[in-house]
């Protein structure tokens, strides 16, 4: 019965459960967005043609690798103008096969190039899509206009280009290009987008033949055939692998590197599904830009680092944040209120702040020779025109915005010193955006406190927690108190980015409420499959006892968390508010929580946890930092963090815990002492901030490293081992491997001493000493040097 549930649930989502295979796409055939399987699928089942959904409901017609869980797309016919539901494609009559809008308009087409009609089209097994005569004859392939990436058994003749996309989640064309010049040079240069105009290579061939192709044949090795003369140009040496055994793209990625990309077909182990990157060009993307014009690699104002798996990460300097939180390649603005250029400005609003081995190479308006840094620092914080300073021996440069091509690398040398609004200087203006004003402490339970700061309630998908129910509660009593008359009134001042689903649309989503994930004191969670969502699975929370209590900020929080929006975090889809029926609606989180995932699972591999301990730490630096509002989690353990199809780490149940912890903590298990992910300022009754969060991270990243639970509470000895405890010692004696067990990637991985590090300055009993989770983040990325830590239980031991 269950198993029949699920198949219900599931069958319209998986790609090639009932879908025909269709070796030949007759003339009148169509597919429509409507469609239960709006694809077909080639022979073997590899390769899908059809609508790909994406974010806001929007469609992409499109060719993906079928069979894998990461659908990952090939080609796109209409990247730049995505279609609503209920668009259409259709091999016509006369052999177009054409794209249209749901009010027919005609989108994109595709038709023989000479006079002889198209009579089908087929779907093959290399992933081209073609259209043929009678005779067979290919009239028309989507291998002569790719994309962002190329297949085994494609060819790129001269002027063939591919364009790299904006973002792995927003597939419209990007600023990056490879293309196949005239004169037989293959080149990668960046694009001055709007417009295709390009700037100078930053990775070249170098070859000259004008009858030069780039091939990647079905060994998957890839080269320049460069007939005139003779010699082949091998793009990168690889061992030929066979596409029976693996999937092989080569993607031009939207950070701008040339990718090939392996993908094992049978694989058995879990943490094997996914794309490996075999070669890519060009070596280091953060440093090979250097025309005059142009961003280079990352946005202005931030500089580029190579991270430790070889990809381009783009950060703020101090006093600048991320124009686009969701999109770190998008550049940095200033936090501070720009200086003024009166002459009796006071020096003191603003200083200098210092970042060794970085510098923005192409942005100077000043060189002095034979100065010294304090002179280079201080004539930059008297100039108006001057963001940053360099030194390097005796030399001065000083910069202006926007700063362009800024990387971070030793071999830079020298020191930035970048110019900054003092945030400790007195100002009675509010244009300072709240991340850098200095943060008050403040009290859960004071709601007086909570004007300014507020502490919003979050998200939950499966998590239970008696808290969370009863605000979520008063958030609609709330909302209904206020709006008597109509439901409808009240869902839309609410909405924000949300939806409002009636009830009935969620009733026949989860199958009349089959399926249970998890319930509550105030709820039960259930499994659910929308279709007017692109994704489909969703989880329904439907509230139950809803007691009396009312609390009129609430409304502005829940409006807030709508708008929260950010890769590392459980997003609300929406929710229902009719008669006597209260349901939030989330994304479903396929893969469950990290606390199954570490402790339940056979163990993960080592880069998979590295990968959601930093994902664990973008979405709580950008609850704390970047979000509209500071929101501090308080509840951060691994039953929290939930995994999502491609085991991104996703924050749930944020920002309400704190409200109502404190009385839990501080009355029950608080007094019992035990550390559990809880800071030890909750059991003191000191002020709660942020510092509470980085606590319980940093217990959370040891549990990672060593897949190992910190003492739980239940644990009825008179003396836990507390692995945080563990920790230390065996780190202070050096002995960190005993703790490993045979995990030999982590003994192997020089990284691990780093993460630990980390770890034992997160869980400082001294909520002062703990870096903030920015600070976390640039050091477990390796943006930031990791000093050695003290003693985490000092405070403890001596007071
Ligand atoms: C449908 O496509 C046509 C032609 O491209 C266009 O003019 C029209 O605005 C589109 N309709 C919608 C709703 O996008
Ligand atoms: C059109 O192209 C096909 C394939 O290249 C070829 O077989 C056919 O002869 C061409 N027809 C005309 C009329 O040129
Ligand atoms: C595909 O369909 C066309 C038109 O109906 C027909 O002429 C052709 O023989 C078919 N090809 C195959 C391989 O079935
Ligand atoms: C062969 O390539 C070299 C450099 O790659 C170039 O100088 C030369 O002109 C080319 N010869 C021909 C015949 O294209
Ligand atoms: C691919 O190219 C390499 C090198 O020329 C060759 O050894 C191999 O046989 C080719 N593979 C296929 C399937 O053509
Ligand atoms: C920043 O402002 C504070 C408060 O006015 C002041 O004490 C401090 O000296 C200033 N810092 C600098 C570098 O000017
Ligand atoms: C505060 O604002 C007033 C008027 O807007 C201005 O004259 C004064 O200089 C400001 N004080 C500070 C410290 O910025
Ligand atoms: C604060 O600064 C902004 C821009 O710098 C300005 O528009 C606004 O009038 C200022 N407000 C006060 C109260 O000084």
């Not at 692998?241 to 693996?246: E, I, K, L, N, Y």
Request: net charge negative; charged share 25%; glycine share 6%.
């Amino acid at each position: 019965m269950i198993l029949h549930l699920l198949l219900c649930l599931l069958l319209p989502l998986l790609p090639n459960s009932s879908a025909q295979t269709f070796r030949n796409i007759t003339l009148g055939s169509a597919l429509s967005t409507l469609d239960e399987n709006p694809y077909w699928v080639s022979p073997s089942g590899e390769f899908a043609f059809g609508f790909y959904s994406i974010k806001g409901e929007l469609f992409l017609l499109s060719i993906w690798f079928a069979k894998i869980p990461l659908k990952t797309i090939v080609w796109t016919a209409n990247r730049d103008r995505p279609v609503e539901g209920g668009s259409k494609v259709e091999l016509t009559s006369d052999g177009v096969l054409s794209l249209t809008n749901h009010t027919g308009g005609e989108i994109w087409r595709a038709e023989s190039s000479n006079a002889t009609n198209a009579a089908s089209a087929a779907v093959l097994d290399t992933g081209n899509l073609v259209l043929r005569s009678s005779d067979l004859a290919i009239l028309w392939a989507s291998f002569d206009e790719p994309t962002d990436t190329i297949l085994p058994g494609q060819t790129l003749d001269r002027g063939s280009k591919l364009f790299s996309s904006i973002s792995d989640e927003d597939h419209s064309s990007g600023k990056f290009q490879l293309s196949v010049q005239a004169d037989g040079n293959l080149v990668l240069q960046s694009i001055a987008r709007p417009t295709e105009g390009t700037y100078d290579p930053y990775w070249e061939s170098n070859t000259e033949d004008t009858q030069s192709r780039l091939v990647f044949n079905e060994s998957g090795l890839m080269y320049l055939i460069t007939p005139l003369n003779g010699t082949r140009f091998d793009i990168a040496t690889e061992i030929p692998v066979s596409t029976r055994d693996f999937y092989q793209r080569a993607t031009i990625d939207f950070d701008g590197v040339f990718r090939k990309y392996n993908y094992p077909k049978s694989s058995t182990n879990r943490n094997d599904q996914s794309w490996s990157v075999t070669w890519y060009v060009p070596g280091d993307i953060c440093t090979v830009l250097t025309g005059n014009v142009g961003s280079g690699a990352c946005g202005f104002n931030s500089y580029c680092v190579l991270g430790q798996d070889e990809r381009p990460n783009c950060e703020c300097p101090p006093g600048y944040d991320y124009v686009d939180g969701n999109n770190r390649f998008k550049g940095c603005k200033q936090t501070f209120a720009p200086q003024s250029c009166e002459k009796d400005q006071l020096r003191k609003a603003f200083e200098m702040r210092e970042l060794v081995n970085t510098d923005w190479p192409l942005s100077d308006y000043e060189h002095f020779l034979n100065v010294d840094a304090e002179w280079c620092s201080n004539t930059c914080l008297d100039d108006c025109f001057c963001a940053v300073s360099i030194i390097r021996g005796s030399e001065c440069w000083l910069k202006k915005i926007p700063l362009s091509n800024g990387r971070r690398d030793p071999s830079i040398n020298g020191k930035a010193l970048i110019k900054v609004g003092n945030s400790s200087f007195p100002t009675n203006n509010t244009s300072f955006p709240p991340n850098v004003l200095p943060t008050p402490d403040l009290h859960c339970n004071e709601k007086r406190e909570r004007q300014h700061k507020l502490i919003l309630p979050g998200s939950i998908i499966i998590g239970t927690s008696l808290f969370l129910n009863l605000l979520l509660l008063v958030i609609f009593l709330s909302t209904k108190h206020k709006n008597h008359k109509s439901n409808r009134v009240t869902s839309s001042s609410v909405e924000g980015n949300l939806q409002c689903f009636t009830y009935k649309e969620l009733e026949e989503a989860t199958n009349g409420f089959k399926e249970e994930l998890g319930k509550g004191a105030y709820s039960v969670v259930y499994k659910g499959v929308l279709r007017r969502n692109a994704q489909g699975l969703i989880a329904v929370k439907r509230l139950t006892n809803i007691p009396e209590e009312v609390d009129k900020e609430l409304k502005n929080e829940m409006r807030a968390i709508g708008q929260s929006n950010h890769k590392n975090l459980v997003k609300l889809l929406g929710f229902c508010d009719e008669g006597t029926h209260r349901l939030l609606v989330y994304e479903l989180m396929i893969h469950g929580s990290l606390a199954k995932f570490l402790f339940e699972m056979p163990r993960p591999s080592w880069y998979k946890r590295i990968q959601i301990a930093i994902g664990i730490a973008r979405g709580l630096t950008y609850l704390h930092e970047e979000c509209c509002t500071q929101i501090i989690h308080c509840d951060v353990k691994p039953h929290n963090i939930l995994l999502d199809e491609s085991f991104t780490a996703r924050i749930s149940d944020f920002g309400l815990a704190k409200l109502l912890k404190t009385d839990q903590t501080r009355t029950t298990t608080a007094v019992r002492g035990t550390r559990g992910y809880v800071a030890p300022e909750w059991f003191k009754g000191k002020a709660i901030t942020s510092k509470v969060d980085v606590y319980s991270f940093g217990i959370v990243l040891m549990e990672i490293i060593f897949c190992r639970r910190n003492a739980a509470i239940e644990v009825g000895r008179e003396d836990p081992e507390i692995l945080s405890e563990d920790v230390y010692d065996a780190y202070v004696q050096g002995k960190l491997q005993l703790l490993l067990g045979d995990d030999e990637e982590a003994k192997n991985d020089r990284r691990l001493e780093r993460m630990v590090m980390v770890a034992i300055w997160c869980v400082q009993d001294d909520s002062s000493l703990r870096p903030s989770m920015r600070k976390v983040l640039q050091m477990l990325e390796g943006a930031a040097d990791v000093p050695t830590p003290p003693d985490p239980f000092y405070l403890n031991s001596t007071v």
